[in-house]
C-alpha cells in the first residue's frame, strides 16, 4: 500500500509494454493477472476470429485472443519472446498474444492524451493515450474497451462454461 501512494506523490505509473506486430503497447499493471509462456491453444468452433482458443490456466478457462487481429494491425510471428498476458477486462480474464513484454515505469507527465484522428488501423477507442517514452512511443491500451460488451458476455460464457463443467450442469445454474 506504501508503494501505491509513494508512486501516486511522484506521478509515476506501473505499465506492462510489449509489442504486437510493429507496435508498442502498453497497459496498467493493476489491470495484468500475469504473464505466462505461449502454450497449447484449444481452438474454438466458430468463434470470432480473434479468439484463438482457450488455455487451461491453474484450472481456469481462459479465452485467448490474438491481440494483432483485434487491432486489424499486421501479426509478426510468434518467437520465443512471444508471451500471454493474462488481464482482467471487467470480471473476465483473457489472454492476450504478445510480443516481448516487460514491466516499465513511466510518469504521468510522459502521457499525451489519445489523439483525435484515428491512428492508422488501431480503432481510437482502445486507446487511453499516448507515452513518450525517450525515443519510443507507446501506445496505451484500454483493456476494457478492447472488447465489445456483446464480446465480453461471450467470453463471459466461457467461465460460466468452466463452472458448470466443475459443478455439473444442474448445480451451476
Not at 39 to 65: K, M, S
Not at 76 to 91: H, K, L
Amino acid at each position: 500500500m506504501a508503494k501505491e501512494s509513494e508512486f501516486a506523490l511522484e506521478g509515476e505509473i506501473q505499465l506492462v509494454a510489449f509489442k504486437v506486430g510493429g507496435e508498442e503497447f502498453g497497459v496498467d499493471v493493476k489491470k495484468v493477472e500475469g504473464v505466462i509462456s505461449l502454450v497449447d491453444i484449444t481452438r474454438l468452433p466458430r468463434a470470432p476470429e480473434f479468439v484463438e482458443g482457450i488455455i487451461n490456466l491453474r484450472g481456469q478457462i481462459i479465452a485467448v485472443i490474438d491481440l494483432a487481429t483485434r487491432l486489424r494491425i499486421p501479426e509478426s510471428q510468434q518467437t520465443a519472446g512471444s508471451r500471454i498476458v493474462v488481464v482482467e477486462v471487467e470480471d473476465i480474464k483473457v489472454g492476450l498474444i504478445v510480443d516481448s513484454p516487460e514491466v516499465i515505469n513511466i510518469t504521468k507527465g510522459d502521457i499525451e492524451p489519445s489523439p483525435t484522428i484515428g491512428m492508422g488501423d488501431i480503432e481510437s477507442s482502445f486507446i487511453r493515450g499516448v507515452a513518450k517514452i525517450e525515443d519510443r512511443l507507446l501506445i496505451l491500451l484500454d483493456v476494457d474497451r478492447v472488447l465489445s460488451e456483446g464480446e465480453k458476455v461471450d467470453l463471459g460464457e466461457i467461465d460460466a462454461l468452466e463452472t458448470e463443467i466443475e459443478l455439473g450442469p444442474e448445480e451451476g445454474q
